[in-house]
């Protein structure tokens, strides 16, 4: 596959994904405060299984400048030595902004059952399908999710009323941080395609594969599942 098309196909995806995402997420305003409360408890353990799932990344990686990148997502992930500025923090001071009190020990079962295979796939599937998975997959498809929530969260009434909402989390993965980030995670991609050190069509499977996981998470939310979320 020529280095264009490879590209090309994920700019297709990312666009597909925005139509997507914008639809489903236009309802949030509308959502009552215990249902946005859930949802971003939930999304908690999206947050929390990244950093790990980079580590499992970067730990598998052959040495290449994609792997000091990733290195250096986790580092900010982590909040660069400072644990009070790691990301998981970060977004449980978002939930506390929004009136969490309590944060569950483990994600709602369907959610866990969700997440389990990622580990999994991360340990056994080859370099190539796991850069796609969580390299060029969740790490970029991330933003996607979080630029269109944050675009219709701040419609919803509890967000505009209130002056306290703790905004860091967003201002990181919405913003130039990010982006830049995405940027360089390209570059470093196209150099190990184009030197045939990994084989595209094992990184859009990989990809393909994250993207169906964020579907499905997000299809958890739906009024129908949301039922079940809060047994």
Known sequence: MKLSNFWAFFDDAKLTEEILINSSFQSIPNWNLEKLQRVCIEYRWLVKNHANHL????????????????????????????????????????????????????????????????????????VDFIIGLEGVGVECICQVYLDLFRKHLVAHPFIKNNQSIDWEFWDIHTGGVDIAHKELIRKAVSELIQSEKIDPDLVLKGYNNAKQLWRDFWANFSEEKILQLNK
């Open 55 to 126: 580590a499992l990344l970067v730990s598998r990686l052959p040495e290449s400048q994609f792997k000091c990148l990733i290195a250096e997502v986790l580092n900010d992930e982590l909040g660069n030595g400072l644990y009070e500025k790691s990301h998981l923090v970060l977004w449980d001071n978002f939930l506390k902004s929004i009136g969490v009190e309590q944060i569950p020990a483990r994600p709602h079962k369907i959610n866990e059952e969700l997440f389990k295979p990622m580990s999994f796939l991360l340990i056994n599937e080859p």
